[in-house]
Nanobody
Framework: QVQLVESGGGLVQPGGSLRLSCVAS????????MAWYRQAPGKDREVVAY????????DYAGSVEGRFTVSRDNGKNTMYLQMDRLVPEDTAVYSC???????WGQGTQVTVSA
């Protein structure tokens, strides 16, 4: 079955950290660039980070650069998003995406609140 499954979301205080995971199955993971998106209530979905198929190129939204780090382990068919120094504005549903396949995960909720 071709799918992406996210995990790792939760409630965290401002300034805290979370690590999201996205496990891929049903396709050749190391042939595909991958991305993290987020959608906050009442806002459009926005791209957060992108990593190419071999993990050698990364790109970030300006609002998260320097705080978030995207990585991948092709041996585990998994992409990660390390989120540090979280702020309330980071509250959103985070989803992983395989752009070339137009494939989306179900999303995981991240809430940053005191």
């Amino acid at each position: 079955q071709v799918q992406l499954v996210e995990s790792g979301g939760g409630l965290v205080q401002p300034g805290g950290s979370l690590r999201l995971s996205c496990v891929a199955s049903g396709f050749i993971f190391n042939l595909h660039g991958m991305a993290w998106y987020r959608q906050a209530p009442g806002k459009d979905r926005e791209v957060v980070a992108y990593i190419n198929n071999l993990g050698r190129e990364e790109d970030y939204a300006g609002s998260v650069e320097g705080r978030f780090t995207v990585s991948r382990d092709n041996g585990k068919n998994t992409m990660y998003l390390q989120m540090d120094r979280l702020v309330p504005e980071d509250t959103a549903v985070y989803s992983c995406n395989a752009p070339a396949l137009n494939l989306w995960g179900q999303g995981t909720q991240v809430t940053v609140s005191a």
